[in-house]
């Protein structure tokens, strides 16, 4: 797609890769309809998203989580620089 990519640090305070084991069986049984994304629906957005690429102002979205209140400076510092 040619977008570029910002490694940032992760903002949680756990392990770099962390598996977790999901089940909704339980839910299911309970009624739960649950969405699902299907190929054609993941298309037709990846679709509009290209479409209106162009009036998308990054940087108005930036993907910054801070979680904790050290990371606030962290973050105000590198803004600076």
């Not at 990519?5 to 977790?20: C, G, K, S, W």
């Not at 084991?21 to 309970?30: A, M, P, Q, S």
């Not at 990371?71 to 510092?77: C, N």
Request: with cysteine.
């Amino acid at each position: 797609t040619g977008a570029e990519i910002d490694y940032v640090q992760n903002p949680r305070n756990e392990a770099a890769e962390n598996d977790l084991h999901v089940r909704n069986d339980r839910f299911l049984e309970l009624g739960l309809q649950p969405t699902t994304l299907s190929d054609g629906l993941l298309g037709e957005v990846t679709e509009i998203a290209s479409k209106y690429v162009h009036r998308c102002d990054i940087s108005k979205i930036p993907a910054t989580s801070l979680w904790r209140p050290q990371q606030e400076s962290v973050h105000q510092q590198e803004g600076a620089s």
